[in-house]
C-alpha cells in the first residue's frame, strides 16, 4: 500500500470522495427520443449541463446535490433529478440565477435510483446551502433516505456500486 491507497479496501483514495452526476431523471431514459423528444425542455445546451427541465408526460425536474457521507471521513456528492410540482419548477426558473435563489426551498421526489439503496420516487426537501451550486437534499420523510442522508456508511458498500 502507498500513501495514496485506502488501507481499508486498497483503492486510490482519490476514488472515495466522489462526484457522481446522473445525465438524466431515470423515467426519461425509457424515452425512445430521450432529450430529442417533442416538447423536451432544459435548462442547459444538455442534459448533463442542465440544472432544470421539463418533460411533456413526465413532469418536471430539478437538480439537486444528494450527499453520502462515508466512513473514513470520505463523502460522494451524487447529482441527481428530483421531480417537482411544474409551479415550483417555473418558480425556480424565476430565481435560479438571482440573490433569491439564495432563499429557494422545494419539495419532490428523487427521480433517480441511487445504488446501493434504490430509493427512486422517495420524497425529498431541497434547500440551497450555497448560492453557487445546485440545491441540496436536506431532508426526508421516507426513513432509507433519511438515513442515507444523516448517518456514515461503509465506503466499500457505496464505492462499489459508482461507475469505475
Do not use: I
Not at 425556480?92 to 428523487?110: D, M, N, Q, T
Not at 437534499?137 to 456500486?161: F, I, N, P, T, Y
Amino acid at each position: 500500500m502507498t500513501a495514496s491507497t485506502c488501507p481499508s479496501c486498497g483503492r486510490e483514495l482519490t476514488a472515495h470522495e466522489r462526484d457522481v452526476r446522473f445525465s438524466l431523471p431515470d423515467p426519461v431514459l425509457n424515452l425512445p427520443e430521450r432529450e430529442e423528444t417533442d416538447g423536451f425542455w432544459m435548462s442547459g445546451p444538455s442534459a448533463s449541463e442542465s440544472v432544470m427541465m421539463q418533460v411533456p408526460s413526465m413532469g418536471a425536474f430539478v437538480r439537486a446535490l444528494l450527499p453520502v457521507q462515508l466512513t473514513g471521513g470520505y463523502s460522494v456528492r451524487f447529482g441527481v433529478w428530483v421531480g417537482v410540482h411544474p409551479n415550483d419548477l417555473q418558480h425556480a426558473a424565476k430565481v435560479w440565477w438571482k440573490p433569491e435563489y439564495a432563499e429557494l426551498r422545494l419539495s419532490g421526489r428523487l427521480a433517480n435510483a441511487v445504488e446501493p439503496w434504490g430509493m427512486l420516487a422517495a420524497p425529498v426537501e431541497l434547500a440551497v446551502l450555497d448560492p453557487d451550486v445546485s440545491p441540496w437534499c436536506v431532508g426526508s420523510s421516507d426513513e432509507l433516505l433519511s438515513a442515507v442522508l444523516g448517518r456514515e456508511w461503509d465506503h466499500q458498500l457505496v464505492l462499489d456500486q459508482l461507475p469505475a
